[in-house]
């Protein structure tokens, strides 16, 4: 299962980032579904469901792409939609994430967080690498075939998922006048500002 403090984060900037997608464009909601099809987020049930999924290997069905909050826009990124992917590896809980983005058209890039894999193993330590193939192979995303997919496996010097969260809501969004405001807006909209204090610590002890 995903973590308390990552599934409250998670859940309202789900929350802002389908109500932001709701108001996009039909012709780029239209591009969007053509590389992703149906598994993009439309409402927030969806996102619930896909929140609250352990993924067996089966049930892929049951996960969609959540649409990530435009604030700021992102140049030369006309859409961006986050996957966390729940699973038991080894008996224990884990949680990796899939990054799609739309560039232009229906030419898309795409990321995979993954927590360590078990030692001894390449890729024992967290990291984020390219990925060609999205939803444990079933959607195959249109970025450069020639692309490489499995290296370089970059380091993130975490395997736990709120800091990859973090890390990849900073990324996309910026950090001071990004991330922060981001969480400070939803937990304000929840009526809830004071809760955002924690998420804004971790983020202060990450990048400093």
């Known amino acids: 299962m ?3 403090l990552l599934q409250d984060i998670m859940w309202l900037y789900a929350q802002r980032g389908i109500a932001d997608w709701q108001n996009a464009p039909s012709a780029l909601r239209r591009r969007a579904e053509k590389c992703l099809g149906s598994e993009i987020a439309d409402n927030d049930t969806e996102a ?3 929140l609250g ?3 067996n290997g089966l049930n892929a069905d049951r996960l969609r792409f959540i649409p990530m909050p435009q604030h700021p826009k992102h140049p ?3 859409r961006s939609f986050l996957l966390p992917v729940s ?3 080894d008996g224990k809980p884990t949680v990796a994430f899939e990054l799609f983005l739309l560039v232009a058209g229906t030419n898309c890039l795409a990321y995979r967080f993954e ?3 078990a030692a001894p193993s390449s890729h024992d330590y967290g990291h984020v690498q390219n990925s060609r193939t999205l939803l444990r192979k079933t959607i195959l995303a249109s970025t450069l075939s020639w692309m490489p997919d499995r290296y370089p496996a970059n380091p993130l010097c975490t395997s736990d998922p709120l800091r990859m969260f973090l890390s990849i809501a900073t990324a996309m969004h910026g950090y001071t006048n990004g991330v922060l ?3 400070q807006d939803v937990y304000t909209a929840a009526s809830r500002p004071r809760d955002a204090a924690v998420y ?3 983020l202060k002890k990450m990048l400093s």
């Open 53 to 55: 999924t352990i993924h």
């Open 48 to 50: 619930a469901v896909t």
């Open 87 to 89: 699973e038991v590896r």
């Open 181 to 183: 405001r981001v969480i």
């Open 115 to 117: 927590p360590a894999h």
């Open 76 to 78: 030369g990124i006309e």
């Open 200 to 202: 804004v610590q971790e």
């Open 2 to 4: 995903i973590p308390p």
